[in-house]
């Protein structure tokens, strides 16, 4: 019986993905393969995925990473969610918070009753029933995973951490697991004449390495994946007419806040991320609208401490790979596609596609039908977060000539029939295994200020004055709770506290 098992995996990159490629084989399937990964020093990496959603963990787990230890390795902090101001009118804001909101009643989930309460004038802003958003908003933090004596949800987080310093991290554990690192660039690509397979690369110092599955994490060069094998890719620049971003890391002005922030501005948004160290800033804009000079200006202008490096202007177009896996190349991070780090998927879209490779992990033989499910999977993934990060430009009420141009614009037919029902009905729905639940969706549309024309007619079974009753209780429960917690900033510098001293105006980071 011959052994088709693949032996020889080649990763094409470092960097953020490169390094969660290596770390979850070897230590999911480092007895089975022998890993190696190529990078040069000399080739930057985008580094502006620094904040993430609470699947991370579920990756960090994986690998077997303390949550402490990382968190003081790349100067992490918490995150409860994300606020957006200026998104629907100039002048508001909202949090798309992590976690449940509220509790469910009667076969309903608690947001129909605030839909209806909000209607009879005795409900209060959806946050003030969140209890991550109303942690957040007074920069408190804990590991709590229940509202003590309730059957209340407690705190769902993320992180906001340095993207490389958390490749570093990352590659020490990859490396004790065995993954080997060759520093080099890549010169030259050698197929197999007869299945069109990538069978080695040479490097410019003359070496040739050879594999069996090669993982591009070559960015958006896509060395392997088009290059190379001219895969394609769909633009979805129609949908999403942001094309550049501008970035600076700036010291902090004062605690870090426990959120991101989205912040609206006339062609684009403005992201703030803090960790322990310094805050990321950036500035994503439409190109058609702004010009590169006055988008620097705006994030200069919008900035809340003193830049710690000359701004850099990165280019990028939405869209993704026609396949993410061809032949024997699997893409991952920016070599399968991009998608503005608006509610930060960057990072997991990466460990996304890592967890379906390990699902549909091959043999020498690349069925042609486990490639085609997994390129499904994957672009189903993307295509659906693509719809959520629409959502927020569509509804938009701003005045300037971009927004307009959202609001007016044609949207895909799977995020308008959500929206259509979501306005008829108050109703929203996860469909398949899509990453936003159906609360995330709840919180952009109502914070968007779509209204719907009704909510479900279970939530009428409660009297005026029960609903009322049940409405105070869940708040004062979140309120109270969430005041007993130490400050965000208290609670790190007891438990994670980064031993990287923030760096000083004028320094580089």
Same mark, same amino acid.
């Given at each position: ?8 995996? #080649? ?167 065995? #993954? ?6 890549? !010169? !030259? ?8 397979? #990538? ?132 893409? /991952? ?15 997991? /879209? ?84 899509? /990453? ?21 007619? /279970? ?43 923030? !760096? ?6």
């Amino acid at each position: 019986m011959n052994d088709s098992r693949i032996r020889d995996v #080649v990763i094409v990159g470092g960097g953020t993905a490169g390094w969660m490629a290596a770390a979850a084989l070897s230590a999911t399937m480092g007895e089975q393969l022998s890993i190696r990964l190529i990078e040069s020093d000399a080739i930057g990496t985008v580094g502006v995925g620094e904040a993430t959603i609470p699947a991370i963990r579920l990756f960090n787990g994986l690998v077997g990473i303390d949550e402490n230890a990382f968190l003081r390795a790349t100067g992490g902090t918490f995150k409860l969610g994300i606020e957006f101001a200026g998104w629907g009118r100039e002048g508001e804001s909202y949090m798309h918070a992590f976690g449940q909101i509220g509790q469910s009643l009667d076969l309903i989930e608690f947001w129909q009753y605030w839909l209806r309460g909000r209607k009879e004038g005795v409900a209060e802003p959806l946050g003030q029933y969140s209890f991550n958003e109303s942690v957040a908003r007074e920069g408190r933090f804990a590991r709590v995973p229940r509202i003590p004596n309730t059957e209340l949800d407690g705190i769902s987080y993320a992180f906001h951490f340095d993207a490389g310093r958390y490749a570093r991290f990352l590659r020490e554990i990859a490396e004790a697991n065995g #993954v080997a690192r060759t520093e080099g660039t890549i !010169a !030259a690509v050698t197929r197999n004449a007869e299945s069109g397979h #990538v069978g080695s690369v040479s490097l410019a110092d003359g070496s040739v390495i050879s594999g069996e599955l090669f993982i591009d994490c070559s960015g958006f060069r896509g060395l392997l994946i088009e290059q190379e094998l001219a895969t394609g890719y769909d633009d979805w620049t129609a949908w999403l007419p942001c094309d550049r971003a501008v970035a600076v890391p700036t010291a902090n002005a004062g605690p870090p806040r426990p959120y991101t922030q989205s912040i609206a501005r006339q062609a684009g948004w403005q992201w703030r991320i803090p960790l322990q160290h310094r805050t990321g800033n950036g500035h994503v804009f439409c190109s058609d609208y702004l010009s590169e000079d006055e988008a620097t200006r705006i994030l200069l202008d919008n900035l809340e401490g003193p830049p710690l490096a000359e701004p850099r202007t990165i280019p990028f177009k939405t869209g993704m790979r026609r396949k993410a896996w061809n032949g024997n190349v699997v893409a /991952l991070g920016l070599a399968s596609g991009f998608l503005e780090p608006l509610e930060s998927t960057s990072i997991h /879209l990466i460990q996304n596609g890592i967890a379906k490779l390990i699902s549909h992990f091959p043999d020498r033989g690349f069925h042609p039908a486990n490639t085609a499910a997994y390129n499904r999977r994957v672009a189903y993934d993307y295509e659906r977060i693509r719809d959520f990060i629409i959502l927020h430009y569509h509804l938009n009420q701003r005045d300037e000539p971009f927004w307009r141009r959202c609001r007016e614009m044609a949207i895909p037919d799977t995020l308008r029939e959500k929206i259509e029902l979501f306005r008829a009905t108050g109703r929203v729905f996860r469909e398949q295994e899509e /990453l936003f639940v159906e609360i995330g969706w709840f919180q952009v549309l109502t914070g968007q200020n779509l209204v719907p024309e009704t909510y479900h007619p /279970l939530a009428d079974v409660l009297s005026r004055e029960e609903l009322t009753q049940f409405l105070a209780d869940i708040r004062t429960i979140v309120a109270s709770n969430a005041a007993r917690l130490p400050a965000h900033g208290d609670f790190i510098a007891q438990t994670c506290a980064s031993p990287v001293q923030p !760096a000083a105006a004028g320094a580089r980071s």
